[in-house]
């Protein structure tokens, strides 16, 4: 069975650094990009970008790049992502999702790890 | 304010049959693969309908995708109440390099 699993909700401060972490399991992890979307409270979809784990190629979406940075590592089928000086507008549910083979399409999704930035 | 504009809410009462829509452009539905997604209350979004039209496994086809020209449409029939939850559709833009979602539209199954 294909899952991904995500790692657990994290409270934070401005400024703070933060790294969470999406599991993988069920496919060869190097074989497929992995996708990042944002869900603010109370809000839609938004897609962050891709990472492919084979080669660590990553592509953002504009509005975040820079803001965040994307990270595999293969050797326990591990994606990342992570924000070096977090605001409160990065609160946010975040999810990772594995891309349906030459699609743009979001086929398998992780549970979803709640980031709660707040002083 | 996304570029995929849907309708923010629908409604129809069980067994009935409702349609959500999903408005684009050339730079984005006019070129590219639509997807739609489900997200019901609490929970991760679900694919539901992939390059236009295609059910992935497992999806009843009560649900059912089209599109044409700058426009594409999601449509489920023989509504259950639990097919409450908000859809959203999905495309790649040319213009913005990135996948756009649209707003998202709650269906309510009165």
């Known amino acids: 069975e294909v899952q991904l699993v995500q790692s657990g909700a994290e409270v934070k401060k401005p400024g703070e650094s933060l790294k969470i972490s999406c599991k993988v399991s069920?496919?060869?992890?190097?074989?497929?990009?992995i996708g990042w979307v944002r869900q603010m409270p109370g809000k839609g979809l938004e897609w962050m970008g891709i990472?492919?784990?084979?080669?660590?190629?990553?592509t953002y979406s504009p509005p975040f790049q820079g803001q965040v940075t994307f990270s595999a590592d293969k050797s326990i089928n591990t994606a990342y992502l992570q924000w070096s000086r977090l605001r409160a507008s990065d609160t946010a549910i975040y999810y990772c999702?594995?891309?349906?083979?030459?699609?743009?399409?979001?086929?398998?999704w992780g549970q979803g790890t709640m980031v709660t930035v707040s002083s | 304010q996304s570029v995929l504009t849907q309708p923010p809410s629908v409604s129809a009462a069980p067994g009935q049959k409702v349609t959500i829509s999903c408005s684009g452009t050339?730079?984005?539905?006019?070129?590219?693969?639509v997807s739609w997604y489900q997200q019901l209350p609490g929970t991760a979004p679900k694919l539901l309908i992939y390059?236009?039209?295609k059910r992935p496994s497992g999806i009843p086809d009560r649900f059912s995708g089209s599109k044409s020209a700058t426009s594409a449409t999601l449509g489920i029939t023989g509504l259950q109440t639990g097919d409450e939850a908000d859809y959203y559709c999905?495309?790649?833009?040319?213009?913005?390099?990135?996948?756009?979602f649209g707003g998202g539209t709650n269906l309510t199954v009165l």
């Open positions: 999702a594995r891309r349906h083979e030459g699609t743009d399409t979001l086929d398998i």
């Open positions: 069920g496919y060869s992890f190097t074989s497929y990009w």
């Open positions: 990472i492919y784990p084979g080669d660590s190629d990553t």
């Open positions: 050339s730079s984005n539905i006019g070129n590219n693969y």
């Open positions: 390059e236009d039209y």
């Open positions: 999905a495309t790649w833009d040319d213009t913005l390099s990135a996948v756009m």
